[in-house]
């Protein structure tokens, strides 16, 4: 007897529509208007420009397996960077606003906010979590980036 319903999608179609929709890479994330917009790893040159000093402060909080990931505007010159991790406080996958200074293990957002971070940094990045955050921020539409909601 066949219990499979006729009506849904077979495994295999779900799951090459899961592989389609799931981003492989930072490069990935971003599906539309790829010559606005790309996304990738900070680079070392980026991170220098953003070094300065953060005013003392209780920090928000802070990540572990943490990366700088920046987003290069085709028409602007610099990168806008975020901060994205695992924050044990909040059990859960986190990106900050812009960064905006990075001194040491301290890092200051648009938002004011201090981070520190905790370990090593990571080349592995939440993808789903990015294109959430961007969804929740409104420029994931516009940007062609999966549908991921948290």
Request: net charge positive.
């Amino acid at each position: 007897m066949n219990t499979k319903s006729s009506r849904g999608p077979s495994d295999s179609q779900l799951t090459k529509a899961l592989a389609e929709l799931m981003p492989a890479s930072l490069d990935d994330v971003i599906r539309a208007n790829r010559d606005v917009a790309s996304l990738a790893l900070t680079t070392e040159q980026e991170l220098l420009k953003l070094h300065g000093t953060i005013p003392a402060q209780t920090p928000k909080g802070y990540l572990t397996n943490w990366a700088f990931i920046a987003m290069q505007l085709k028409r602007r010159s610099e990168a806008v960077t975020w901060l994205t991790g695992y924050n044990p406080m909040e059990r859960s996958s986190w990106m900050t606003s812009r960064v905006v200074a990075i001194e040491g293990t301290s890092v200051l957002t648009h938002s004011g906010s201090v981070y520190v971070l905790k370990g090593e940094s990571s080349t592995k990045v939440d993808l789903p979590y990015v294109c959430a955050t961007f969804h929740r921020w409104g420029i994931g539409k516009a940007l062609g980036v999966p549908e991921f909601f948290f």
